[in-house]
C-alpha cells in the first residue's frame, strides 16, 4: 500500500469550507480512482494546517495526474506533496 500526503496552510476562518470540500467534492472523486485505499483528513485548528492523506493499492496509481484541487483556491499557499510506501499497517 502507498500514500500520499498533502500538508496545507488555511486560514483560520476557511478551515471548515475546507474540511466541507475534502468531505463533499474531494474525496468522492478520489473514490472513483483506479487504485484508490481510502483517505483521512487531518486538522490541527490551533496552527491552522491540514493534512490529507489518501491510501492507493498500487504505487503507481497515486501517480497518476490529479485535479489540481478544490482546496487549493482557498489554501494560503500551494500544497506539499510527498508520497510514501506504507510500511506497518494494523
Do not use: C
Amino acid at each position: 500500500m502507498y500514500a500520499r500526503v498533502n500538508y496545507r496552510q488555511i486560514d483560520a476562518d476557511k478551515m471548515n469550507e475546507s474540511l466541507r470540500i475534502f468531505r463533499d467534492s474531494t474525496m468522492p472523486e478520489m473514490k472513483t480512482r483506479k487504485g484508490f485505499a481510502g483517505g483521512l483528513v487531518l486538522t490541527d485548528l490551533i496552527s491552522h494546517k491540514l493534512i490529507a492523506m489518501i491510501l492507493w493499492d498500487i504505487g503507481h496509481d497515486m501517480s497518476a495526474p490529479v485535479h489540481p484541487g478544490y482546496v487549493n483556491a482557498i489554501a494560503v499557499e500551494p500544497p506539499v506533496r510527498e508520497e510514501y510506501e506504507v510500511s506497518v499497517e494494523v
